[in-house]
C-alpha cells in the first residue's frame, strides 16, 4: 500500500469541471496531499493568483504539466517552441513544482525522418539547459506510449529517455517522468525503471481498460483495468523515488462526466486499494 | 522501388467486399502475385475448395492469418486454443502458405501478471513445435503495437520476439513477421531487424495516419501517413528477406467502404512510388 501523504491528483483528473481555483480549493478540501498543475488553466488565472492559492492551502505542487512539442524540422517553428518551454520553465519555478513534464513532439506528415527528428529533440533539449538551471527547475522527460510517436512524443521508450539523458550529461536539471499507463507493455520497463534510478522525478498513474476507446481521452481509474500498478510502484520506489505518486486520468467518456468531488473521493480510496 | 514481383495483398484490405474465391479471382485479375489468406474467410469455402481456385490463378500465398490467442491464464482455454493454432498449421500447409502468422493474445483482467502471460505464451509455442514441422509449416511469431497488449498480444516488441526465437531455440519452425505498422516507432527497430536476420519470413506494410482514430481498424495506404516504409522495407531486404511485401490494411471507415477494385488498383500504384 503507498503512503497516503505520497497522493498527488493532476488536474487534468477534472480538468472540464473545475478552474485552477475551484482545483486547489477541493484538493484541499479532500486533504489532497498535493495537485499537478495543467498549464492552460494556470495561465487562465496567471501566475501570482495561482501562487498565492496553493500557498493559502499547503499542497505542494508535483509538477507542471506539460511544454515541449519542439519536434518540427522547420527552424523558426522549434525556435519558437523551446521560448515557450523556457516560459514554462519559468511558471514551475513560480509555483515551486517538483519538476516541468516535458513532452517531445511527434513527427510530422511533411518530414517522415524518425531518427532526424529524435536528433532534433535530443539537441533542442540541450539548448534549454542553461535556463532551467539558472530558474532551478527539472525538467522531467516523459517518454509517451508508442501510439502518440505522430502526435506528441517522438520519444516512446524509457530506454530512449535514459539514453537521451545520458547523452545529456546534466541531471542536475534533466530528469525523467516515468507514466505507468504509457509503459506497462514495455517488455524492458524494469530494467529500465532500475537504470533511470534517480533520474526518475515525476511517477503518474492511471489504468488501460480493456475495451481503450480512444488513442489518447480513454485512461481508467487504477483498479478498473490490467495493469499492475503496485508493482509498478514499488519498481520506482526501489530505484530511489520517494516523490510524489501522481493520478493523472483523461477521461472524456466517464471521468470528465462526472461529478470533481465524486472524482476525488473515487481517486482517493482507490490510490490505497490499487496503486 | 521494390520489385513488383514481391507485392502480395491481404485478403483484409477488402474484408468486407470480397470472398475469399472473389479475392482469388479478383487479385489474379489485377495480376497480383500474391494473396494472403484470412482464415475466417478460408473456413467460409473450405480448405480443399481454396486450394483448387488458388492453384488455377497460380497465385502464391505469403501466409496464412491468423493463429494464437493462447495467452489464457485458464489450462483448458489455453490448451484449446493450442489445438485451434494446430489446425490452423495444417491449413497453412494445405494452401501451401509461407507462414502462419502467430498473435501470441493479451492479458486479461483477470489476471494482470504480464510477465506471467509472456511466460505461458512461451511455454505454448514450444509445445506446438513437433506439429509444425510435421506439417512443414512455419509460425511466423508477430509483435503487434503495445496498444494491442491487451486485446491480441503480449509480445510488444521486435526485441522480445527474437528474446523468444533465441528461447525456442528451432529457426526451421519458428520465425517472425515485421509488421511495419506496429514496429515503426520502436528506436531499436534498425537493430533488431538486423538481429532477426533470416528469421524474418513476413513483413507486412501499411501507413500511419496522423489523425489515426481506432487501435485496429485505422490503418492507412503507404503514402497517406508518415512512416518511412522504403527506409524499413530496406532494413528487412538488408537482413536478407528476400519474400513477398505484404500490404495489411484494416480500415473500417476508409478502404472497407471502397470499390474493391479501387482498393486494388490503388495498392499496386501506391507498393512502387511509396513502398
Known amino acids: 500500500m503507498p503512503d497516503p501523504t505520497r497522493l498527488s491528483i493532476n488536474q487534468i483528473c477534472v480538468l472540464p469541471q473545475w478552474s485552477l481555483a475551484q482545483a486547489i480549493e477541493g484538493l484541499a478540501r479532500h486533504s489532497v496531499p498535493a495537485i499537478s498543475v495543467w498549464r492552460e488553466k494556470l495561465h487562465e488565472i496567471g501566475l501570482a493568483e495561482a501562487r498565492r492559492r496553493i500557498d493559502g492551502t499547503g499542497l505542494a505542487v508535483s509538477g507542471l504539466c506539460f511544454a515541449g512539442l519542439i519536434s518540427s524540422a522547420d527552424p523558426a517553428e522549434a525556435a519558437k517552441a523551446r521560448d515557450d518551454v523556457r516560459r514554462a520553465i519559468d511558471e514551475a519555478a513560480g509555483i515551486d513544482a517538483a519538476c516541468l513534464v516535458f513532452l517531445s513532439g511527434g513527427v510530422d506528415a511533411r518530414d517522415k525522418d524518425l531518427a532526424a527528428t529524435r536528433a532534433r529533440v535530443l539537441d533542442g533539449l540541450a539548448q ?117 505518486v501522481e493520478v493523472e486520468i483523461m477521461s472524456a467518456r466517464n471521468w470528465w462526466k462526472r461529478d470533481p468531488d465524486d472524482v476525488v473521493r473515487t481517486i482517493k480510496q482507490r490510490f490505497v486499494t490499487e496503486v
Request: aromatic share 6%; glycine share 8%.
Open 128 to 244: 534549454l539547459e542553461d535556463h532551467a538551471r539558472g530558474a532551478g527547475v527539472v525538467i522531467a522527460i516523459e517518454p509517451l506510449h508508442p501510439m502518440a510517436c505522430v502526435t506528441r512524443s517522438v520519444l516512446t521508450t524509457l530506454k530512449l529517455a535514459n539514453d537521451w539523458c545520458d547523452a545529456l550529461g546534466a541531471e542536475d536539471v534533466f530528469g525523467i517522468t516515468v507514466d505507468a499507463y504509457v509503459t506497462w507493455w514495455d517488455p524492458e520497463l524494469p530494467q529500465q525503471i532500475a537504470r533511470a534510478g534517480k533520474r526518475i522525478r515525476a511517477f503518474h498513474v492511471s489504468d488501460w481498460l480493456t475495451d481503450t476507446q480512444d488513442l489518447r481521452l480513454d485512461r481508467g481509474m487504477p483498479g478498473d483495468g490490467v495493469i499492475e500498478l503496485p508493482a509498478i510502484r514499488r519498481m520506482v520506489e526501489a530505484a530511489g523515488y520517494s516523490g510524489h
